[in-house]
C-alpha cells in the first residue's frame, strides 16, 4: 500500500501517512480557513490528488507521484463565493474528476494532466 494524503480542511499543511513506515509527517502550507476543501480524488492520469473546494475558491492539487518531490499547488480561481460548493468527487471512465455540488447549482470538471483545466457545467 502506498502512502496517502487525507485531503485538508481546517489544518495548515498537508498529512502524509505512510502505512508500510509507520509513520506520519506533514508538508506544504495552506491557508487558516475553515472547512477550505471536503473530498480528494487521486487521478490516475497523473498520480496527483485532488481536493474538491467547499468554502475556498480554487482546488488543491497534490503531487503524490513516488518519482517527486511531496508538493502541493492550488488551481483553478474565481468560483462562485458560496460555502460547502461542492462536497467530494468521483474520477469518471472518461480519467476526469467531477466535483458533487453542495450548495452551487453545477457540476466542476477538472481534467488532469501536464496542463490541467476545469469546466463548471451548469
Known amino acids: 500500500m502506498p502512502p496517502f494524503m487525507p485531503v485538508v480542511s481546517d489544518a495548515t ?14 508538508f506544504g502550507k495552506v491557508s487558516d480557513v475553515k472547512n ?6 487521486l487521478s490516475t492520469v497523473d498520480k496527483c490528488v485532488y481536493a474538491v473546494p467547499a468554502d475556498m475558491n480554487n ?3 497534490i503531487d503524490t507521484h513516488p518519482d517527486t518531490p511531496l508538493s502541493i499547488e492550488v488551481i483553478g480561481s474565481g468560483f462562485q463565493d458560496v ?13 476526469k474528476i467531477y466535483a458533487i455540488p453542495e450548495n452551487i ?15 463548471i457545467i451548469v
Open 13 to 26: 499543511s498537508v498529512l502524509r501517512i505512510n502505512p508500510l513506515k509507520n509513520e506520519a509527517t506533514t
Open 36 to 41: 477550505k476543501w471536503q473530498g480528494g480524488v
Open 59 to 61: 482546488i488543491l492539487k
Open 83 to 95: 460555502e460547502d460548493k461542492w462536497q467530494g468527487g468521483f474520477m469518471a471512465k472518461d480519467d
Open 105 to 119: 447549482d453545477n457540476v466542476m470538471v477538472i481534467t488532469p494532466g501536464d496542463s490541467v483545466s476545469v469546466e
